[in-house]
């Protein structure tokens, strides 16, 4: 049944009930360590905003940028519309996106630790280079490497977290990536307000920072296993076996271990994962991988994170309370993970989905409204609609962070047979950094043309993904990992597009 194929008559729930074992510590500890590579993705999103509003940093590298904010008394929407600026935060994401497809090849014939390590060594040489940065060319390799250092962390860390999770737990445990980049963009936004406060070189020590959570990934990364499916898939099936005992926390083990080898033996059949993930047996899963993460960033929630001061400084708040209402974001975005942790594996990932995409459109919508009334060109909100306006931001952030932030990595990292999971997720995460990317560069750009607007055009987008969800994803709570492909052959619209399961060659 694993490895793609279907035995008729088993229900993949009924297969989850032969698994043996509980959650042990090892695993815990495992899961909690490896998810640390998920604060350097959120570090990195929340630092960027913080820095290109600071004075010391925009003088050093964007002067016409620091002098027309200066000096400027036209339109606030516009006051950081600069390609050069936009450039400078959205540079790592095309670098993560290269990275991740070559992260593909590691994470298979090398393990998912293996990559960990090596998106950490890559995301410590980048916080070095842009803490000692002399020149735009220097800063912008150093967003090179810490590019390269997301791809290789964000391809094999969810991997990681799916593999070693059991499968009742298997979505808690997964957003532990989440809750690591959360507290990442958490820690960075209070970095931020403390540094902005250190002049001219607080922007510096705000770069700087970004070696830590580098270092934890990487020692973190050397004293953790890799996962019995990458080592059975390896060929040490011994090896694989005493792991997995010892996370499971019991010998009997037969029926996983004996997934995990079935979908090994027909993994060592397909020599081109990149080619094979675009045959038709696995439209479905290649239409998550893509719609998935574009959706998540299409929110409009990397936008909010990256460019919060900004984004606060354009609405008419001060310098130090504009980065204190994005560190407040940041903080309820942490928090917010911890409900989808309590409630995934109960409620199931399509009501989580489907609940959060309704809330951020309410929010949206009024954020929208309420800064087309009342906040015109060249004044400043009112104090009392200044902090209603962080209100409705705030449970526009809860809203994702119960739903498409965690589940936007959850889902694609769940649904791939082991013959193309690693190839799947590399188009998971090159789409992220993409769509990252594009709304990254083009944000300030849009803020200043559609200025209130801006939340309509994400608004639009989410209301499109909350539909998707509702038609498109079946249910994948209580599924095996290699039991996947039952929830494809049962959804009432993919099912028509499988070919017949004798058809190994599609």
Request: hydrophobic residues 45%.
């Amino acid at each position: 049944m694993a490895g793609g194929s279907f035995t008729t008559g088993v229900v993949a729930k009924e297969r989850a009930k032969q698994y043996k074992g509980r959650v042990t510590a090892y695993v815990i500890i495992a899961c909690i360590v490896a998810a640390t590579g998920g604060s350097l993705f959120g570090y990195d999103v929340g630092i960027s905003g913080g820095v290109t509003s600071m004075d010391g940093f925009l003088q050093d590298f964007f002067p016409s940028v620091y002098e027309h904010r200066k000096h400027t008394h036209q339109n606030h929407y516009c006051n950081y519309d600069n390609h050069g600026l936009a450039a400078f935060t959205s540079s790592l994401y095309i670098a993560g996106l290269v990275a991740s497809l070559l992260a593909s090849v590691v994470t298979r014939k090398y393990g998912r630790r293996t990559s960990s390590i090596s998106g950490g060594i890559s995301f410590l040489i980048g916080s070095a280079l842009n803490a000692s940065a002399l020149n735009l060319e220097m800063l912008i390799i150093g967003r090179i490497m810490l590019g390269v250092g997301i791809g290789f962390g964000n391809q094999a860390v969810p991997l990681y977290l799916s593999e070693m999770a059991p499968t009742h737990l298997r979505g808690g445990l997964n957003m532990m990536f989440q809750v690591a980049a959360t507290f990442g963009i958490f820690t960075a936004n209070m970095i931020n307000y403390g540094a902005q406060r250190i002049k001219p070189w607080g922007w510096r020590l705000s770069l700087g920072m970004a070696a830590i959570p580098a270092i934890l990934m990487t020692v973190g990364g050397i004293f953790l296993p890799d996962t019995p499916n990458s080592l059975v898939r390896r060929g040490s099936k011994v090896k694989g076996r005493k792991l997995l005992e010892k996370i499971r926390g019991t010998n009997d083990v037969d029926a996983e271990f004996q997934d995990m080898v079935d979908a090994s033996d027909y993994a060592n059949t397909i020599k081109q994962p990149f080619r094979n993930i675009f045959g038709k047996r696995y439209r479905p899963q290649l239409t998550m991988a893509i719609c998935m993460p574009a959706f998540q960033i299409l929110t409009g929630i990397s936008s909010i994170l990256f460019y919060a001061p900004l984004l606060f400084q354009s609405m008419g708040f001060g310098r130090a309370a504009s980065l204190y209402s994005s560190a407040l974001t940041g903080g309820v975005l942490a928090l917010s993970t911890f409900i989808s942790i309590a409630t995934v594996d109960k409620l199931g990932r399509r009501p989580l989905l489907i609940s959060g995409g309704i809330q951020m459109v309410t929010c949206q919508v009024t954020v929208s409204i309420i800064l087309g009334i009342k906040f015109e060109e060249n004044h400043d909100l009112s104090k009392s609609f200044s902090i209603f306006i962080v209100v409705v931001i705030c449970l526009f952030v809860v809203a994702f962070g119960w739903s498409w932030g965690p589940l936007g990595w959850t889902v694609p990292s769940e649904i791939f047979p082991l013959e193309i999971r690693s190839a799947g997720q590399s188009i998971t995460v090159a789409v992220n950094l993409l769509f990252t990317f594009i709304i990254a560069q083009a944000f300030l750009s849009l803020l200043c043309t559609f200025k209130s607007r801006i939340f309509l055009f994400f608004a639009a987008w989410v209301t499109i993904m909350t539909i998707f969800v509702y038609l498109f994803l079946p249910e994948t709570k209580g599924i095996p990992i290699e039991d996947m492909i039952v929830i494809w052959r049962t959804h009432w619209f993919w099912k028509r597009m499988l070919p017949e399961i004798s058809d190994a060659t599609v």
